[in-house]
């Protein structure tokens, strides 16, 4: 059955660095979806992606985020200067569908820590 | 500000009994509606969509949809410990995605 991968599995950095969190969706899948989780707490959308530009973002994407999809496969999420409150599970997702009536399907995560 | 409700629990049912989960929406102009099972230190999984009032069933699994209420639940049918997880309900409005805090379940053999 295919589903959506993600590496790496934990990211530690520190403080200040940049990381760059890396998804495969599923291959016939069309809209890409970024989240994260902080430890407790629930689920927060950060950003949606269809044909190669942001077509729906939250408040939290603020301009420390940035998406891409390099190539054909890989759906990124990049953090600049990251700061301790970024510590979260960050959980790539990908539907197949348009974005109203979609099924969502979340890859593993990333579990990022900043210290 | 969007929210989703749902009551955090914990829910306690004996093995074999319907557990009944719980979520409301602020939003009259959401669409879409979603339940996902979250185990533990894992990622959340699709267990039913529902988009129009009504009950939807799928196996052991029914999603039920009151729009005028503003309000979602889900059944689960013959509980089983594995069901034992955080069940989150997600409703999509405007093109964002909502999820609440989810509400977790424990089954008791």
């Known amino acids: 059955e295919p589903e959506v991968t993600q590496t790496p599995s934990h990211q530690v950095t520190q403080m200040g660095q940049e990381v760059i969190l890396r998804c495969v969706p599923i291959?016939?899948?069309?809209?890409f979806y970024w989240y994260r989780q902080i430890l407790g707490q629930k689920v927060e959308f950060l950003v949606s992606?269809?044909?190669?530009?942001?077509?729906?973002k939250s408040e939290i994407f603020d301009d420390q985020f940035s998406v891409e999809r390099p190539d054909g496969s890989n759906f990124t999420l990049k953090i600049r200067s990251t700061k301790l409150e970024d510590s979260a599970m960050y959980f790539c997702?990908?539907?197949?569908?348009?974005?109203?009536?979609?099924?969502?399907?979340f890859g593993p995560g990333t579990r990022l820590t900043v210290l | 500000q969007k929210e989703v409700e749902q009551n955090s629990g914990p829910l306690s049912v004996p093995e074999g009994a319907i557990a009944s989960l719980n979520c409301t929406y602020s939003?009259?102009?959401?669409?879409?509606f979603f339940w996902y099972r979250q185990y533990s230190g894992k990622s959340p999984e699709l267990i039913m969509s529902?988009?129009?009032?009504g009950d939807k069933e799928d196996g052991r699994f029914t999603a039920q949809l009151n729009k005028a209420s503003q309000y979602v639940s889900l059944l689960i049918r013959d509980s089983q410990p594995s069901d034992s997880a955080t069940y989150l309900c997600?409703?999509?409005?405007?093109?964002?995605?909502?999820f609440g805090t989810g509400t977790s379940l424990t089954v008791i053999p």
């Open positions: 997702a990908s539907s197949e569908a348009s974005q109203r009536y979609n099924e969502q399907f």
């Open positions: 291959s016939n899948h069309l809209y």
């Open positions: 992606f269809y044909n190669n530009e942001i077509s729906e």
């Open positions: 939003d009259r102009g959401s669409q879409s």
């Open positions: 529902i988009y129009s009032n």
């Open positions: 997600a409703v999509n409005t405007g093109n964002q995605f909502y």
